[in-house]
C-alpha cells in the first residue's frame, strides 16, 4: 500500500508553545487529508479533513484557531497546535487519500506531551 | 446518520482458536467497507477492504464479506497467532469530495500462547 510519513514521532513540549506535526505521502498523491486525535485505548476522532489548496474543513467542537492545517501540496499537511496546554496530550495520526474508494493510508502517528 | 459498530473488547483468545469480530453499519447511500489494525504504539494499517455488497476482502488470514442484508462485516480468521494480538477498527466511507471514514470503537484482542 502506499506509504504516509509523520515527523516528528514523538514531541514534548511545555505548556503554551507551539507545535507542527508534518503528514507526508511519499509515493502518492493525496487529494485529501485527515487529521485525527486518538486517546489511550479509544478510537479516532476526526478533527478535519483538508484539500490540496483549500482551508481544511474542521469537525464540529475542535477549535480551527487552535489547530491550524495547511495542505500547501499534494503531497504534504501539516498540523499546528497553536499555544499548547497539557489537554492537548494526544496521539495525533494523519491520513491521506487518492484513490476513489475511500481507502485511507495512515501515518504511524505523534505523540504529543504537554507538560 | 452513518454509524458502525463493533463488538466491544477485550477478547482473549489462545493460539489457533477462532476468531470472529462482529461489526454492522449504517449508512446513507453505498460505502465502502474496511477493516484496520493497530498494533501497540503504532498507526492504522488497512487489514482489508471490500466496495461492494458480497465482496469479500481478505488478507493474513483474516476475511470479511460485505452483507447488505444485514448490514455487517464481520471480521474472521480461523486460526490466530499472537502476532495477532492488536486493536482491530472496522470502519465506512461513504459519499464523494473527501470519503470522511467514521470508525467503530474498535475491540482489542489478546491472543496467548
Known amino acids: 500500500g502506499a506509504v504516509v510519513s509523520q515527523h516528528p514521532s514523538w514531541v514534548i513540549c511545555k505548556s503554551g508553545t507551539s507545535v507542527k506535526i508534518e503528514c507526508r505521502s511519499l509515493?502518492?498523491?493525496?487529494?485529501?487529508m485527515f487529521w485525527y486525535r486518538q486517546f489511550p485505548k479509544q478510537s479516532l476522532m476526526l478533527m478535519a479533513t483538508?484539500?490540496?489548496?483549500?482551508?481544511?474543513?474542521?469537525e464540529q467542537g475542535v477549535e480551527k484557531d487552535k489547530f491550524l492545517i495547511n495542505h500547501a501540496s499534494l503531497t504534504l499537511s501539516t498540523l499546528t497546535v497553536t499555544s499548547a496546554h497539557p489537554e492537548d496530550s494526544s496521539f495525533y495520526i494523519c491520513?491521506?487519500?487518492?484513490?476513489?474508494?475511500?481507502?485511507?493510508?495512515f501515518g504511524p502517528g505523534t505523540r504529543l506531551t504537554v507538560l | 446518520g452513518n454509524s458502525v459498530t463493533q463488538m466491544e473488547g477485550p477478547v482473549t483468545l489462545s493460539e489457533e482458536a477462532f476468531l470472529t469480530i462482529n461489526c454492522t453499519y449504517t449508512a446513507t447511500g453505498y460505502p465502502s467497507l474496511f477493516w484496520y489494525v493497530q498494533y501497540p504504539g503504532e498507526g492504522l494499517q488497512l487489514l482489508l477492504k471490500a466496495t461492494k455488497a458480497d465482496d469479500k476482502g481478505s488478507n493474513k488470514g483474516f476475511e470479511a464479506t460485505y452483507r447488505k442484508e444485514t448490514t455487517s462485516f464481520h471480521l474472521e480468521k480461523g486460526s490466530v497467532q499472537v502476532s495477532d494480538s492488536a486493536v482491530y477498527f472496522c470502519?465506512?466511507?461513504?459519499?464523494?469530495?473527501?470519503?470522511?471514514?467514521?470508525f467503530g470503537a474498535g475491540t482489542r484482542l489478546f491472543v496467548k500462547a
Open positions: 491520513s491521506g487519500a487518492g484513490s476513489l474508494d475511500g481507502e485511507q493510508f
Open positions: 509515493d502518492f498523491q493525496a487529494t485529501t
Open positions: 470502519a465506512l466511507s461513504v459519499g464523494t469530495g473527501g470519503f470522511k471514514t467514521i
Open positions: 483538508s484539500n490540496e489548496g483549500s482551508k481544511a474543513t474542521y
